[in-house]
């Protein structure tokens, strides 16, 4: 293996393309070596260099004819510019690889975000702190993301342009409960986020609840087509009025899920019931481990979501 293999082959192992493309890649590079090799071994061999010839045995002419590059020498000429268009060619691919493995890593999101009212997106965030995804979950999700477009900014420009934007002022007002859940394998990160987005909500009317979840609980969540909080919301309604439905769940408001879910749990008023995921309220038990804060008080909620964070919930 030359030094030219070892290079592409290492840039080859350093990026994350497909094998399809790696095998493509190595193959170009020796098909253009063996045209190489064709050329190099169709040259005449044995033929006399200029210098070889004697100047004071020939004429003029002869003097001039014996200065022009003889066949061998013209043909290693030859041979020396397939060399460098491969070198050239290896080297274009390598600066190519580079550029689709930053692009791939640029575009693939490590922590999603799922903000659940009535509307439910879900937003993709890479390891840069950039939306790359911004999904709708329902129909309410569609159109607010149809009015903010919010793929391609920094997270915190991002939050701040939904939680101030007119679309999304009608779900935030005082009679609403906006629910967050960060899933990352990156527990930092998505502590942070959480962070971020309860910093947002603070400045708005509504009640909120800010947390993060499992990884798990986004794949269950995804594959029932729901947002994290209120996938695991519907549950927890499910379990204690089997009567219900996922779909008739998902249908309902978060604030109504909460309000259902205290109903049956025998907890009392409407709005005063369980916390949402990652939040606690008063005495009530939650369905994560966190910390709320209403009118009853500072509370600690512990339960059934294994999620934790921080949030403002009614009383």
Do not use: W
């Not at 063996?34 to 003029?60: C, H, I, K, N, W």
């Not at 490590?110 to 890479?126: R, Y």
């Not at 502590?191 to 986004?218: F, I, K, W």
């Not at 899920?257 to 990652?278: M, V, Y």
């Amino acid at each position: 293996m030359t030094d030219l293999d070892a290079r592409v082959r290492r840039a080859l192992d350093a990026q994350h393309v497909p094998d399809s493309l790696r095998q493509k890649t190595l193959a170009a590079i020796e098909e253009a070596r063996a045209r190489q090799g064709a050329e190099g071994a169709s040259a005449a061999p044995g033929q006399p260099l200029a210098a070889d010839v004697p100047a004071t045995s020939v004429g003029p002419t002869a003097a001039a004819e014996a200065a022009a590059p003889s066949p061998a020498v013209r043909a290693a000429a030859r041979r020396r510019r397939p060399a460098r268009a491969i070198t050239a060619l290896a080297a274009c691919l390598v600066l190519a690889l580079a550029g689709f493995g930053l692009h791939s890593v640029y575009r693939e999101p490590v922590a999603f975000v799922g903000i659940d009212v009535n509307p439910s997106i879900e937003l993709g965030i890479n390891r840069f702190d950039r939306v790359v995804e911004a999904r709708p979950l329902n129909d309410d999700g569609r159109i607010l993301l149809e009015d903010v477009a919010l793929t391609g900014l920094g997270y915190q420009e991002a939050i701040d342009a939904l939680t101030t934007s007119a679309a999304f002022a009608p779900y935030a007002d005082a009679g609403s409960l906006v629910e967050v859940s960060v899933a990352s394998a990156d527990t930092a990160l998505a502590d942070r986020l959480a962070a971020q987005t309860d910093a947002a909500l603070e400045a708005l009317p509504c009640d909120h609840a800010c947390g993060s979840v499992g990884t798990e609980v986004r794949d269950q969540a995804s594959a029932a087509g729901m947002g994290m909080a209120r996938y695991q919301a519907a549950q927890e309604l499910v379990a204690l009025d089997p009567s219900l439905t996922l779909d008739e769940c998902a249908a309902m408001s978060m604030r109504e899920l909460r309000d259902r879910i205290s109903a049956c749990a025998g907890h009392g008023e409407s709005s005063s019931g369980d916390a949402p995921a990652g939040a606690g309220r008063g005495p009530h038990a939650g369905s994560g481990a966190g910390e709320g804060r209403g009118a009853q008080g500072q509370g600690q909620g512990e339960g059934t979501g294994g999620s934790h964070g921080h949030g403002r919930h009614g009383a």
